[in-house]
């Protein structure tokens, strides 16, 4: 029986794009058919190992275009920008199965199912970017996204923190008025594939506070403060607002932890 975290390493350390989609795909299959083991295959490869595409090229973020929508070409970056975000997000949902050995099969079992939704999300985003001419690499993106998992790669509180609690959460924030734009743009298309990309990153941000808190717990650690200090101590501050307090109750955060993130930083 294959173990997942074989998958787990075809799928970071070879950049082809099509076969990571397609093992990702397969590992899913073997999940649905019990076939998958979870047993550890090998110690991990070190992150810096990690293989991607030659392209897109990467750019720090404020070096990145502005991108505006009224234009074929803004559309495009938009589009591309996302599909970025989405791929990368394909690689991170990996990278945990990966890194962090010696937890219940139900993490795992949840990580994998969200990067197969990764995958998903790309591919419908791909298909969009191709409509308007593009494909995937055509475009500059931004490479801050991995930094976050290079970053925590020896703690999984801090991943769990960080990733989903952090930089995926801030979907939930501001990918409702993305849509809501496509939609009054008259691309029915685009908002259809944001509100798909919504729903499923709830239940990613959900299973993050929820293994977050569990694994908190077993450790003896209060789960709230850890999380405070891990912001802090991880992302250099604090994330900016608004946050879409109600869609993050759903997602697993306390109201405390809401009221923490909504106060301004003493100097």
């Not at 029986?1 to 787990?8: G, H, T």
């Not at 070879?14 to 899913?28: G, N, R, Y």
């Not at 490869?45 to 991607?52: C, D, K, Y």
């Not at 990309?197 to 293994?211: A, C, F, K, L, Q």
Request: aromatic share 10%.
């Amino acid at each position: 029986m294959q173990s997942v975290f074989e998958f787990a390493e075809r799928c970071l350390f070879d950049a082809d794009i099509e076969q990571k989609l397609a093992v990702t795909s397969q590992a899913v299959q073997l999940l649905a058919e019990n076939c998958l083991s979870f047993t550890p295959a090998g110690l991990a490869l070190p992150i810096a190992a990690t293989l991607f595409p030659a392209k897109p090229e990467l750019m720090m973020p404020r070096d990145m275009p502005k991108r505006r929508l009224d234009t074929v070409e803004g559309q495009a970056a938009f589009f591309h920008a996302l599909a970025h975000i989405e791929f990368v997000a394909i690689y991170l949902a990996w990278d945990i199965i990966y890194r962090f050995r010696g937890l219940p099969d139900d993490f795992y079992r949840d990580w994998l199912l969200i990067a197969a939704e990764e995958a998903q999300h790309f591919r419908l985003i791909r298909n969009r970017l191709r409509q308007l001419g593009f494909d995937y690499g055509d475009l500059p993106a931004h490479g801050g996204l991995w930094s976050h998992a290079e970053d925590t790669a020896g703690d999984i509180l801090a991943r769990l923190a960080i990733v989903p609690r952090c930089m995926e959460a801030r979907g939930l924030d501001v990918t409702p008025g993305m849509r809501d734009k496509l939609a009054a743009m008259g691309d029915a298309e685009g908002a259809a594939i944001l509100e798909r990309i919504y729903t499923d990153e709830i239940g990613h941000v959900e299973r993050g506070s929820y293994w977050f808190n569990t694994l908190a717990q077993q450790r003896g650690l209060q789960s709230e403060q850890h999380y405070k200090d891990l912001i802090l101590g991880y992302y250099k501050g604090k994330p900016k607002g608004p946050f879409n307090r109600e869609v993050r109750i759903i997602a697993g955060f306390s109201e405390n932890e809401l009221d923490w993130l909504e106060e301004r930083l003493h100097e």
